[in-house]
């Protein structure tokens, strides 16, 4: 009988719960906390207690999608950070219960790890292309821009990393000034469509190695801004989808000149990405196109993985449990992980 495994990631502004059977996903259930729009941002109080009241509809949800009953459960995974205190101490805290009242075991994973694992999740109705070992993993998400060398599911490690800013950070930084709702990263993708990517040039870092930076872009944006409403109070709105398509244009040439070089530099070619801003759809052509010119073959994650999701946990949790590597009953939500 194949494994079942329930995965629960509860880290920011999403619950979800999903139930993964030998490596094929059979429900992966999301809430989104609306709570935080009109703040334009994430409020750690507010997420923690959406948490409390979506964990339990969202697992039982998840459990009748996938057709199981608890009782078939054989292990739970749960996501033990990087992430809000509060939100991760929810997904812990029942985690930690629901393993007592079933006796099954329970297994940590860093919620980086899970969104490359997205990679290896199979679904009822076909087999998703994985990538072969190793592979670079680019990881950009709202907190993180990584480039990860993947040299077996459980083994990886960052061989670049943003020295401040995230590429979903960038997005949604540079959004919040063009007064775009939160998150802006899909907002921007949308507008974007419409505009010239060549019409405006923000700065580029230079950064040696592998390892990236954004707020260079972020206040070459911002001062740029601040002089055009300057000399005309409606610019914003009036350049609305140059200014999205030029500032989208400019995070993906970041992302793709390390990308590249760390290609070339460990000779690998099986190229991915993960993580939120993995949604971005000038990303997503941008990845393809630059695979196509370097031989890579590029691996692109279905949509519903790209955002936070248990499906994800679940996976890297359902290694764990073939490892044997259970969490005990002290583990502890952790802000910040050392490595993956
Ligand atoms: O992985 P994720 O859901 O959460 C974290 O682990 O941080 O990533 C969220 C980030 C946000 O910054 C959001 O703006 C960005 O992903 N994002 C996008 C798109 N969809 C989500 N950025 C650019 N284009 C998108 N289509
Ligand atoms: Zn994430």
Redesign the pocket.
């Known amino acids: 009988m194949d494994i079942t495994i329930l995965g629960i990631e509860s880290?920011?502004d999403?619950t979800s719960a999903a139930v993964l059977r030998g490596g094929t996903l059979l429900s992966n259930v999301i809430a989104s906390q609306e709570v935080h729009r009109k703040y334009g941002g994430v409020i750690p109080e507010l997420a923690s207690r959406a948490h409390q009241q979506n964990i339990i509809p969202v697992v039982d949800a998840a459990i009748k999608e996938a057709g199981i009953e608890f009782r078939d459960i054989d292990g739970i995974a749960f996501t033990r950070g990087p992430g809000l205190l509060g939100s991760l101490m929810v997904g812990v805290s029942f985690t930690k219960g629901l393993s007592l009242a079933l006796d099954v075991p329970m297994m940590e994973v860093n919620?980086l790890h899970g969104?490359i694992s997205a990679h290896f999740i199979d679904l009822p109705d076909r087999k998703l292309p994985h990538p072969a070992f190793p592979f670079l993993c680019l990881l950009v998400?709202?907190?993180?821009s990584q480039i990860v060398r993947v040299e077996d599911y459980d083994r990886m490690e960052i061989v670049g990393t943003t020295i401040d800013d995230a590429a979903?950070?960038a997005?949604?930084k540079c959004g919040k000034v063009m007064g775009l709702p939160y998150?802006?990263?899909?907002v921007?993708?949308r507008l974007a469509a419409e505009g010239d990517p060549k019409r405006f040039r923000f700065a580029r870092p230079s950064v040696d190695g592998f390892d990236y930076s954004f707020s260079g872009l972020k206040t070459s944006f911002l001062y740029f801004l601040r002089d055009a409403v300057h000399e005309s109070p409606d610019f914003i709105e009036n350049n609305k989808a140059d200014l999205c398509a030029s500032l989208q244009a400019a995070i993906i040439d970041i992302l793709l000149v390390k990308l590249v070089r760390a290609a070339k530099y460990y000779d690998i070619r099986e190229i991915a990405i993960a993580?939120?801003?993995s949604?971005?759809?000038g990303l997503r052509r941008a990845i393809v196109e630059e695979g196509e010119k370097r031989g890579w073959k590029t691996y692109l994650p279905e949509f519903k993985f790209?955002?936070?999701n248990a499906a994800m946990i679940a996976m890297a949790g359902y290694i764990k449990y073939q490892h044997s590597e259970f969490a005990s009953l002290d583990v502890v939500p952790v802000a910040r992980y050392s490595n993956l």
């Open positions: 880290s920011c999403d919620h969104h998400s709202g907190g993180h979903g950070e997005f949604d998150p802006s990263g899909p921007i993708d993580g939120g801003v949604a971005n759809s790209t955002t936070d």
